[in-house]
Each structure stands twice: as structure tokens, then as C-alpha cells.
């Protein structure tokens, strides 16, 4: 990135509270120039309200907003140098494609629009609508309008508020790729809102998981995804298996924990909460990262891997990958996800297995936490929001 | 026998189950509009052609009245009352102006700022209507007595002076003049202005005025460019139903006004009810219709709300 800080978003303690409800605890963040920075998190878990704390649109119980040097907490909207894409897009149905985009640029005196305007619908690929009314679009069109719209003004920070969330899934996938590619292409900071973890992993330079108006974790996409520091994270971004195990002994920079009669392995590196022999830990495993083999060639996994046994409860095929959900002392359900390369006749629903994994895999949290929180039918976690 | 009836009803319980319902399905539209039409006929076709054939007709009273087709009628009606037409025009556009001054401000609070007092706020610019149209009219000529509190203090305020060099008011009287029959007519439609604003203001997206006051648009200018445009439905729909009735009505003119104030509506309900000049009375009608029919047209052609209304 560049030394130019016009375009960083500093929050510095900001929060907001609705009468006794706290939708957004103090809050510290800074997105730096440049980057492409993804709020995650389940409906209401404040991920709006900082973006439109940002954007002006919402004023802060307390704490201050800065882009780049200057402090604009109080600011009003008209006066930021920031531009929003609404949820809904909110183009006005009034005007044609042409003077929804030019809106901004005539609000702010410029009277020659036509060549930017037509230079920015272009880019979104629209220059053939631009004397339809908003209506007349389909919906991915209407959400290209809405990123002209606000991109054609050259705001410091671009806001997306759930940009895709009206789009099907095709069409959102192809509007993600458009997205970051518009984003490297002008290099403007921007602050996507979303609940699809995919969207954001897909999209985002820095994510930052959002849980009950608290900031959870933050991290590069594949940081949060290989060291989740809350159950939260670790179940939200993906699926983990968690287990709880006792701390057993040390060894140079692994732990040795006890979980159902075996023992695992976890680099000390890769645990998030302090440890002392005798105390709890939770271990977790992505399924991915498991080997699955029958019990009958237990004999061939090579030494040093963790091993758990099992029994195969469910097997669902989808192509790609099987997923197996496997009954075990430790974890009742303990998904797995084998690619389809060799597959072993043998592994079906019934079958005594072996999971084991390098130790390497092997996350570590606190054991205070719950063991469900981020996952479907948890507290504020809605079925569409872990998809 | 039983094997030859038995034997083609494969066929025949199909077709004719397949048609019927497909037919009745055609005509139902027509059977529902059907009431509507037939109101339509009997209370508005037939009236008008009975009204339109009076409006031709010569005679008098006692020998009767028969159709001559003279069309004459018009042309005398129209030169002998253009006065009271033009000023029908005149207070029944300043009403609605008024009304739309005092009425917009008051929908554009109920519909983004009233909160939980909307229902309240809306119950009270209904409640006129639980009183009759003829008490609050006349209640107006208490309110505007001469020597009452009102006139008194617009006459401290020298707000009479200023009317009064306008030609609106005569001397320190409101009473009897064309700024009380504005008045009158401004208070008795003021609710047909506010519930149509109302509800164009109402259906607007709140994150339309977001996404103004994002794109550097001041709130004024985000009522500009994009709140008033977008009402303009409502704004067409409250000054027709105010300015339609507005031009037509008698009471407010009879009641608060006097023999200069006198509207197209009072000439035609003395020719009706007093002189028992009946075709005048309809002449004059057909012209009041064929006038504001003119102009409601150029209107809305001129405000281009056809594809929002």
C-alpha cells in the first residue's frame, strides 16, 4: 500500500446505544488506505450501525470517527467524502440510469457530467440503459447502477451495505469477482458489509467478525479461518470440530492434552488461551485437514498424528467432497470432509473408523466459552447467516 | 344398452369439464363491473343527457319547455357571466394554493416526523367531517365577525391594510369579502390536500433521503431533487380534488362573501332553484364541466405525472 492515510478509516472508542439496547460496544478499528475490509457477522450484531456511523447516517453515543486526518463524527452525510451502497441500492425511481449516476457530481456544482458519467457506466458495463428508469433493470443491473452511483463522486471510502444480499447465488458470486476487481482497479478504500462468510472471504483483504456489538476477531480471511481465537470465530467462518480435553503435559512448544482416553497433540503456538496442567482446554480440528481410515488398517497411519476413533453416523456425497459425520467419544458429531480421489468402499454409515490429523491442524480456546456460540440456532445467529 | 352408454364417457366428462369454467372465467370481469356500470349509467349518463337536452331547450315555465336546439343559450350564459366564472377560478385557485401551502408541510410531518402521534395527528385533520360542511362554514362567519377577536387583531396587526390594498378585504370588515370566502374555501378542502400528500409522501423510502444526503445533497436540496418529485402524484391528486369542488362550490361564497363575491356555483344554483331558469343553469353547468376539464388536462399534461400517478 501507499503512505497516503486519506483514506483510512480510524474509529476511536465509538459505540452507540439505542435507550437501555447497546447495539455497538466501544469500538477501535482502523482500515487502512487502500484496503478492502469486510464486517462479518449475524443480523444484529452491529456490522450496520458502524457502517453507518461512518457514512454519517447515524450519530455515535460516543467516541469519534476520523477519515484519514479529519475528525468528522459530527459531520452530516452530504458533508463526507464517502459514498454508500445501500442494501436496497435506493436509486431514485424518478430518475433514469444517467442522472442517478450524475446525482452526486451535480450536487456538488460540476456541470459537464456527460463524458464521466458515461465513462462510468461503461465500467459497470451499462452505457445501453442509460435513459431506462431504475425499475426497468434487473437486479444486478440496478446493483451496478448503485456502485456507479457512488464509485463516479471518487469518495476516500466506499461503504457497501450488504451489496449482494438481494442477488441469487450465481449472479452474487459473478458480482463479488466484479467487486474486488473494481476495487483493485480504482483503489478506494472499502468497507463491506455482509453476513455470508464466503462473501467476505472471498472479497475482503481484512475481516473483521462481529459478534453482539463487539469486534470478535480480526484478521487476514485465512488467519481467521487456520487460527480462530473464539468459539465464535472458529464455528461462524466455516465448520470446526471442538473438543474438550484435559492438559496433560508438556513438551518443548506442544501441549499433550487427554480427551476420551487418547491424547492429542497441539503446538503451544497455536492456542489461544493460557494453559496449566491439569486445567481445561477446547482443541479444535477443521474437517478438511482429517483423514478418515478404517479401523481394520489402523495399523498404517504413520506415528505422530493425533487420532481420535469413531463410528460413521452419515455420509453425504456432493460431488467435490464426502462428508462424513462421524459418532465419537469425544464429539458426538464430528464432521469430516474427504475429497473424492481414492474413495474406500468401506467408509459407510456403520463403519469403525480412525480420524486422524497432523497436530500442526490443531487449534486451541479458552474452555470457558460456549461450545455452540456462532453456530445455527445459536443466540443471533440466523439459518441464512451460517450458510 | 348399459355397455353402449358406459362406453363413451372417457371422452365426453372431459371436453365439456374443460370449456365451461374457462368461459366463465371470461366474463367474470364484465359480471363485476357490471354494478359500476350500471351505477354509472343511471346516475351520471342519464343525468347528463337529461341536463345536456335542458341546456337547448326554450320556453318558459308556465307554457313548458321543449328542445329547439339552441344552442344560443351558452353564448348568452357565458357573456352574461364570465365575471363570476373568472373569479370562480380565481378563489377556487388561490384555495388551492393555500391549500397546498398549509397542507404540505403538515403531510411531510405525518408521514417522516409524527412517530407515534401519527394516527392522533391524522384523526385530527379528519375530525372536521364528524360536523357538517354547512356548521363549520358556518362557524367561519362567527370566527370573522366584524369587530370579533380575529378581525381585531389582524386589524392591529395592519394585515387588513395590506388585503385591503390588495382588493381582497374592504375596509375593516373580513366578513363579505373574497379573502373570507378563500378562507372558507381553503378550510373546507384542506383535508382533501393533506390525505392524497400524505400518502405519496408516506409510500417514499426513507433510504432515498439517505442516499440524497450521501450523495452531497444539502436536505433542502434532497426535498428538491428528490422527496417533491417523488410526490408529485399526491400533489396532483390533492389540487384536483381541491380545486375541482373548490370551483364548483356555493356555500362558502353564500355564506361568508356577498353580492361581489358571488361564484359560477351561486349563479347556477339561483337559476336553478330561484329564477327556475333551467336551461341557463344547465348551460352554465356544461360550461363550469367543459372548463375545468380543459384545464385539469393541460395541468396534468404540464406536471408529467402520467407515469407516476
Known amino acids: 500500500m501507499t503512505n497516503d492515510t486519506s483514506g483510512d478509516v480510524r474509529l476511536s472508542g465509538i459505540s452507540k446505544a439505542y435507550g437501555s439496547f447497546t447495539a455497538v460496544h466501544p469500538l477501535d478499528l482502523t482500515v487502512p488506505q487502500g484496503s478492502f475490509f469486510a464486517l462479518l457477522g449475524a443480523s444484529g450484531c452491529g456490522k450496520t450501525t458502524t457502517l453507518r456511523m461512518i457514512a454519517g447516517l447515524e450519530e455515535p453515543s460516543a467516541g469519534t470517527v476520523f477519515l484519514g486526518d479529519q475528525e468528522v463524527t459530527r459531520l452530516p452525510p452530504y458533508k463526507r467524502p464517502v459514498n454508500t451502497v445501500f442494501q436496497s441500492y435506493a436509486l431514485f425511481p424518478h430518475l433514469d440510469i444517467f442522472e442517478n449516476v450524475a446525482f452526486g457530481l451535480r450536487r456538488r456544482g460540476i456541470k459537464s457530467v456527460k463524458k464521466q458519467v458515461e465513462e462510468m457506466l461503461d465500467l459497470v458495463q451499462l452505457g445501453e440503459q442509460a435513459r431506462k428508469k431504475p425499475h426497468q433493470l434487473s437486479g444486478g443491473q440496478q446493483q451496478r447502477v448503485a456502485v456507479a452511483r457512488a464509485l463516479i463522486n471518487h469518495p476516500k471510502v466506499l461503504l457497501l451495505d450488504e451489496p449482494l444480499g438481494a442477488l441469487d447465488l450465481k449472479l452474487r458470486r459473478q458480482m463479488q469477482l466484479e467487486l474486488k476487481r473494481i476495487q483493485t482497479e480504482v483503489g478506494i478504500t472499502f468497507v463491506h458489509v455482509t453476513h455470508d462468510q464466503e462473501e467476505a472471504m472471498t472479497m475482503a483483504d481484512t475481516v473483521a467478525v462481529m459478534n453482539a456489538g463487539r469486534v470478535e476477531q480480526l484478521g487476514s480471511p485465512a488467519d481467521l479461518y487456520e487460527n480462530p481465537r473464539t468459539t465464535f470465530v472458529a464455528n461462524f467462518l466455516g465448520t470446526s470440530n471442538l473438543i474438550e480435553a484435559d492438559v496433560d503435559s508438556r513438551s518443548g512448544d506442544e501441549i499433550v492434552l487427554k480427551a476420551g482416553g487418547g491424547k492429542l497433540v497441539l503446538p503451544e503456538a497455536r492456542c489461544s488461551a493460557p494453559t496449566t496442567t491439569g486445567g481445561k482446554v477446547l482443541v479444535g480440528v477443521r474437517p478438511e485437514k482429517i483423514s478418515l481410515t478404517h479401523a481394520h488398517d489402523a495399523g498404517e497411519i504413520p506415528a505422530g498424528r493425533n487420532r481420535i476413533t469413531g463410528k460413521i453416523a452419515d455420509s453425504r456425497f456432493i460431488g467435490v467432497s464426502t462428508q462424513y459425520v462421524v459418532d465419537s467419544p469425544v464429539c458426538p458429531d464430528f464432521e469430516v470432509y474427504a475429497q473424492n480421489i481414492d474413495r474406500d468402499t468401506r467408509l459407510v454409515p456403520g463403519a469403525d473408523v480412525v480420524l486422524h490429523w497432523n497436530p500442526a491442524h490443531t487449534f486451541g480456546l479458552d474452555a470457558t466459552q460456549s461450545l455452540l456460540a456462532g453456530t445455527v440456532g445459536s443466540v443471533g445467529i440466523e439459518e441464512e447467516a451460517a450458510v | ?309
Not at chain 2, 365575471?83 to 410531518?109: E, K
Not at chain 2, 354547512?134 to 366584524?146: P, Y
Not at chain 2, 369587530?147 to 396587526?157: D, F, K, R, S
Request: proline share 7%.
Open chain 2, 1 to 309: 344398452m348399459a355397455t353402449l352408454t358406459e362406453a363413451p364417457p372417457p371422452l365426453s366428462p372431459t371436453a365439456p369439464a374443460k370449456t365451461p369454467p374457462r368461459r366463465r372465467g371470461r366474463l367474470v370481469p364484465y359480471w363485476l363491473l357490471l354494478p359500476g356500470i350500471l351505477w354509472l349509467l343511471v346516475f351520471f349518463a342519464l343525468p347528463m343527457i337529461y341536463q345536456a337536452s335542458t341546456s337547448v331547450q326554450t320556453g318558459s315555465l308556465e307554457e313548458g319547455y321543449e328542445v329547439t336546439w339552441h344552442f344560443a343559450t351558452y353564448w348568452d350564459a357565458l357573456s352574461e357571466y364570465y365575471p363570476q366564472f373568472l373569479r370562480s377560478v380565481l378563489y377556487a385557485g388561490s384555495a388551492t394554493v393555500l391549500c397546498l401551502i398549509l397542507g404540505y408541510p403538515l403531510a411531510y410531518l405525518i408521514a417522516f416526523r409524527a412517530g407515534r402521534w401519527r394516527n392522533l395527528i391524522m384523526i385530527l385533520v379528519i375530525a372536521p367531517f364528524f360536523t357538517s360542511f354547512l356548521i363549520r362554514t358556518l362557524a367561519w362567519k362567527t370566527i370573522l365577525a366584524d369587530g370579533g377577536p380575529v378581525v381585531g387583531a389582524l386589524n392591529t396587526l395592519h394585515v387588513l391594510d395590506v388585503t385591503s390594498w390588495l382588493g381582497m378585504t374592504s375596509g375593516d370588515r373580513v366578513l363579505a369579502t373574497p379573502l373570507a370566502v378563500v378562507c372558507g374555501l381553503t378550510y373546507n378542502f384542506l383535508p382533501f390536500m393533506i390525505l392524497p400528500l400524505y400518502s405519496s409522501l408516506e409510500r417514499i423510502d426513507g433510504r432515498l433521503h439517505e442516499a440524497a444526503g450521501d450523495l452531497y445533497a444539502k436536505p433542502i436540496t434532497t426535498f428538491r431533487k428528490v422527496t417533491f418529485p417523488l410526490s408529485m402524484p399526491g400533489v396532483v391528486s390533492g389540487t384536483l380534488l381541491t380545486f375541482i369542488p373548490a370551483a364548483g362550490d356555493y356555500v362558502n361564497a353564500d355564506l361568508l362573501g356577498s353580492a361581489d363575491t358571488r361564484m359560477v356555483g351561486n349563479v347556477i344554483q339561483t337559476q336553478f332553484l330561484r329564477i327556475l331558469d333551467y336551461p341557463t343553469a344547465a348551460a352554465l353547468s356544461f360550461i363550469l364541466m367543459a372548463a375545468i376539464l380543459v384545464m385539469v388536462t393541460v395541468y396534468i399534461r404540464k406536471s408529467g405525472t402520467e407515469d407516476l400517478v
